[in-house]
């Protein structure tokens, strides 16, 4: 919840507190009123002790019988309720060390507002690149821009990659969190990411969390075994495939490597892209074609949040772009694109004639791409879902709190059915102050006047030092007060 909700929650908590702690105090106190008849009808009792048994309902006159009464039966009593009032109370206070209101770490509330998102409209590539030139020419732009796309590749990988489960978007408002991984790939063509959203730079706080929009890439493959020339050492390799027998390389890197293949003019498409791939070997060399597609923005409601045109150029070719990063000189006319990659790495890897493991590796580097230029590029504002201080609510076992309202109200009721039990025992009388006086009436006759002003040890001593008192049953099954001198 939001953080200026805080006030208001423990203002909540407090409130429910305060009143099942005065449920529970009145419960109590209802509990040793009723009795404090069946009590007074055990046995016969002083005076000073029929006095405090009979404001028992004041916990402070309970405890006074403690140290005026000399019978342990009546101390045991008294000791226990008092127990119960304390083991009530410290439950309760027990219930605020079960949860802990922090801020919140992981996911935070968000409001309509001016967010921080990437600059989407191309690669921006003065990350890689020097800034010495100011005007560089339309080919060496094109050029920047494929050197760019191609390293963006590799650092996706470290953001993180879950394979092989449904893509389960996080929810908006999840912060961004570094160790959870960045990118998905449901099968062996599909890869997912999700973008993120962040306040901008005159917020007196910062945030970046999930937003409720992600992008794809896919890749469709095909393989062909390669015939003649697979170990990497020959210009040209013969293929099994009838449309097109014979491949020429762009370069001669030997086995145990697979070298990605483009033609920027014929392949790479606004949005999707064929790429070729070698994969060189001395013992089982395979070709392949992928048709790799990056798809649209899920849930894109501004221009700003779409993909711009250079990246939907770029991305789904980029495995195989080259730039002015790894030219050889048997490349400086030739238009033709390529990239190497050793067997040992994840680009690199053999597929041996999978096209499943080539399209999960293509749409891998195409969505990688797309991911490091989210977190690479420039910010600017637009209209979105603001991320806001959040807290939340943390128990960290629910059990204690089951444990503890489970006996609070549980040694509740087995309270109350005893009182009730025992309290059948005896007439329990109401707390009528004309009742209790009419009861009490018999016990004065013998008391003279100074009674009226005596306070209460002063007329406890006004009885005789012989006189007890005990409620008892009549004939009639009404119940009085007997003084026995």
Same mark, same amino acid.
């Given at each position: 919840?939001?953080?200026?909700?805080?006030?208001?929650?423990?203002?909540?908590?407090?409130?429910?507190?305060?009143?099942?702690?005065?449920?529970?105090?009145?419960?109590?106190?209802?509990?040793?009123?009723?009795?404090?008849?069946?009590?007074?009808?055990?046995?016969?009792?002083?005076?000073?002790?029929?006095?405090?048994? %009979?404001?028992?309902? &004041?916990? !402070?006159?309970?405890?006074?019988?403690? *140290?005026? #009464?000399?019978?342990?039966? /009546?101390?045991? $009593?008294?000791?226990?309720?008092?127990?119960?009032?304390?083991?009530?109370?410290?439950?309760?206070?027990?219930?605020?060390?079960?949860?802990?209101?922090?801020?919140?770490?992981?996911?935070?509330?968000?409001?309509?507002?001016?967010?921080?998102?990437?600059?989407?409209?191309?690669?921006?590539?003065?990350?890689?690149?020097?800034?010495?030139?100011?005007?560089?020419?339309?080919?060496?732009?094109?050029?920047?821009?494929?050197?760019?796309?191609?390293?963006?590749?590799?650092?996706?990988?470290?953001?993180?990659?879950?394979?092989?489960?449904?893509?389960?978007?996080?929810?908006?408002?999840?912060?961004?969190?570094?160790?959870?991984?960045? %990118?998905?790939?449901? &099968?062996? !063509?599909?890869?997912?990411?999700?973008? *993120?959203? #962040?306040?901008?730079?005159? /917020?007196?706080? $910062?945030?970046?969390?999930?937003?409720?929009?992600?992008?794809?890439?896919?890749?469709?493959?095909?393989?062909?075994?390669?015939?003649?020339?697979?170990?990497?050492?020959?210009?040209?390799?013969?293929?099994?495939?009838?449309?097109?027998?014979?491949?020429?390389?762009?370069?001669?890197?030997?086995?145990?490597?697979?070298?990605?293949?483009?033609?920027?003019?014929?392949?790479?498409?606004?949005?999707?892209?064929?790429?070729?791939?070698?994969?060189?070997?001395?013992?089982?060399?395979?070709?392949?074609?992928?048709?790799?597609?990056?798809?649209?923005?899920?849930?894109?409601?501004?221009?700003?949040?779409?993909?711009?045109?250079?990246?939907?150029?770029?991305?789904?070719?980029?495995?195989?772009?080259?730039?002015?990063?790894? #030219?050889?000189?048997?490349?400086?006319?030739?238009?033709?694109?390529?990239?190497?990659?050793?067997?040992?790495?994840?680009?690199?890897?053999?597929?041996?004639?999978?096209?499943?493991?080539?399209?999960?590796?293509?749409?891998?580097?195409?969505?990688?791409?797309?991911?490091?230029?989210?977190?690479?590029?420039?910010?600017?504002?637009?209209?979105?879902?603001?991320?806001?201080?959040?807290?939340?609510?943390?128990?960290?076992?629910?059990?204690?709190?089951?444990?503890?309202?489970?006996?609070?109200?549980?040694?509740?009721?087995?309270?109350?059915?005893?009182?009730?039990?025992?309290?059948?025992?005896?007439?329990?009388?109401?707390?009528?102050?004309?009742?209790?006086?009419?009861?009490?009436?018999?016990?004065?006759?013998?008391?003279?006047?100074?009674?009226?002003?005596?306070?209460?040890?002063?007329?406890?001593?006004?009885?005789?030092?012989?006189?007890?008192?005990?409620?008892?049953?009549?004939?009639?099954?009404?119940?009085?007060?007997?003084?026995?001198?």
């Amino acid at each position: 919840m939001p953080a200026h909700k805080k006030k208001e929650f423990n203002t909540l908590i407090v409130g429910l507190t305060i009143l099942l702690s005065l449920n529970l105090a009145s419960s109590l106190k209802h509990m040793v009123a009723t009795l404090r008849w069946w009590v007074l009808s055990l046995k016969e009792w002083r005076p000073r002790e029929v006095d405090l048994i %009979l404001q028992s309902e &004041n916990i !402070s006159r309970m405890i006074r019988l403690l *140290y005026v #009464s000399k019978r342990y039966s /009546l101390r045991f $009593y008294v000791i226990v309720w008092v127990l119960i009032n304390v083991a009530a109370q410290i439950g309760l206070a027990c219930i605020g060390l079960t949860y802990n209101v922090n801020g919140a770490d992981k996911i935070v509330p968000t409001v309509n507002g001016i967010v921080s998102i990437p600059d989407l409209t191309s690669i921006q590539t003065n990350r890689l690149l020097g800034q010495h030139q100011q005007t560089p020419s339309r080919l060496q732009a094109l050029n920047a821009l494929r050197f760019t796309a191609n390293n963006y590749g590799t650092p996706g990988l470290a953001s993180g990659l879950t394979y092989g489960v449904p893509f389960k978007p996080p929810t908006p408002g999840t912060l961004y969190n570094p160790d959870t991984s960045a %990118l998905t790939c449901i &099968n062996a !063509s599909a890869c997912y990411m999700t973008f *993120y959203e #962040s306040t901008p730079e005159n /917020l007196s706080y $910062y945030a970046i969390a999930a937003s409720n929009r992600s992008a794809s890439t896919a890749s469709k493959c095909q393989a062909f075994k390669v015939t003649q020339g697979g170990n990497g050492d020959f210009d040209n390799i013969t293929v099994a495939d009838a449309s097109l027998p014979s491949f020429r390389l762009p370069i001669k890197n030997g086995p145990d490597q697979t070298t990605f293949i483009v033609d920027p003019e014929k392949d790479q498409h606004v949005g999707w892209s064929v790429v070729s791939a070698f994969e060189a070997s001395n013992t089982n060399p395979w070709f392949y074609r992928c048709n790799v597609s990056v798809g649209p923005v899920v849930n894109a409601v501004i221009p700003a949040h779409e993909l711009g045109n250079d990246i939907k150029l770029m991305a789904p070719a980029a495995i195989a772009l080259q730039g002015y990063g790894a #030219s050889t000189l048997t490349n400086v006319t030739n238009r033709i694109q390529f990239q190497s990659y050793p067997a040992e790495s994840v680009y690199g890897s053999p597929a041996s004639g999978d096209t499943a493991t080539m399209g999960f590796i293509t749409s891998l580097f195409a969505i990688s791409v797309i991911w490091t230029t989210s977190q690479a590029n420039t910010n600017i504002n637009a209209t979105g879902r603001l991320p806001v201080p959040g807290i939340t609510l943390d128990i960290n076992k629910w059990e204690y709190v089951h444990l503890i309202l489970g006996l609070i109200m549980g040694l509740q009721l087995l309270f109350a059915l005893i009182s009730i039990n025992l309290s059948n025992l005896v007439m329990v009388r109401d707390h009528s102050h004309f009742g209790e006086a009419a009861l009490l009436r018999s016990t004065m006759y013998d008391l003279s006047y100074r009674a009226v002003m005596a306070n209460e040890k002063e007329l406890a001593s006004l009885f005789p030092k012989t006189a007890t008192i005990r409620y008892i049953r009549e004939e009639n099954d009404t119940y009085y007060l007997r003084v026995t001198t």
